[in-house]
């Protein structure tokens, strides 16, 4: 498989990463989950500026101290954050109230679409987020877009959440998902839309095997027309 550029976006919990994992296994690309980086960018607010929130404009100001990488541990990718692994924490019930507001801000969004592009380039890689067919990579070989219904969203993402040992009801995930949706679609900067040129994916009432089948199909399909 020649390299290509896969970006997978769409609204929270679709299973984009679950997808994005399988498929730069499949085709043997880096995976870089974007949704990680402002996470760890979030987390990184709460351990700086300790007082139940995020401090915004002394967090754009300190983003220089920011330095994150992803590691294979035992098979499965970890997020690190200045050398620490944060791949647990930056799932917090915490991290998940703030990262949308983090994530509006354009000085965060410069400072890690610059580095999801250097971590894309010449390479083959599978990125996953909110505008990587739109802004980090326009001109993506390979773009799809999931939706589902803030419902099943929310199962899916309590579920992990009570898998990991986290706190939180299944009330408070679907109003953070909801929520996060609506910041994400409104924000100035890079808002979450589709991208002209995606395939859009309704996930509602499909196995994470069938929209697998989906997306591995679609991509051998302009591997082969652009390669023919
Ligand atoms: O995919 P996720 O739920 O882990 O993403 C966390 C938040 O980060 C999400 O609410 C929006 C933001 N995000 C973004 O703005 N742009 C990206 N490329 C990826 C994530």
Redesign the pocket.
């Known amino acids: 498989m020649n390299k290509l550029i896969i970006a997978i ?1 769409g609204l ?2 679709t299973g ?2 679950t997808q994005a994992k399988r498929l730069s296994k499949a085709f043997g690309f880096i995976y870089v ?7 760890a960018v979030t987390l990184f607010g709460f351990n700086q500026f300790p007082k139940g929130s995020v401090d915004l404009s002394l967090l754009n100001d300190s983003l220089d101290q920011i330095l994150i990488h992803f590691e294979e541990v035992e098979g499965k990718q970890q997020t690190f954050l200045n050398g620490k692994n944060v791949t647990k924490a930056i799932r917090a019930a915490e991290v ?1 109230k703030w ?2 507001q ?3 801000q354009e000085v965060v ?1 410069t400072f ?1 679409t610059k580095q ?1 592009q250097l971590m894309g380039a010449d390479r083959g890689v599978v990125m ?5 067919g739109t802004v ?1 990579f326009p001109d993506a070989q390979c773009k799809f877009f999931l939706t589902a219904t803030p419902e099943v969203r929310a199962k899916r993402r309590y579920q992990e959440q009570l898998e990991a040992g986290l706190s939180g009801t299944f009330d408070e995930v679907l109003n953070n998902v909801k929520t ?1 949706d609506k ?2 679609q409104t ?1 100035t900067i ?1 808002p ?1 839309q589709k991208a002209q040129d995606a395939i859009e994916i309704d996930v509602s009432n499909l196995s994470i095997d069938e929209v697998f089948e989906i997306l591995h199909t679609a991509v051998l399909k302009k591997h082969e027309s652009i390669h023919r």
Do not use: E, F
């Open positions: 976006d929270a919990a984009k990463s989950d974007t949704g990680a980086m402002y996470r998940n990262v949308s983090v994530a509006s969004r890690l999801q996953d987020g909110r505008d990587i980090v996060r910041q994400d924000r890079a979450l």
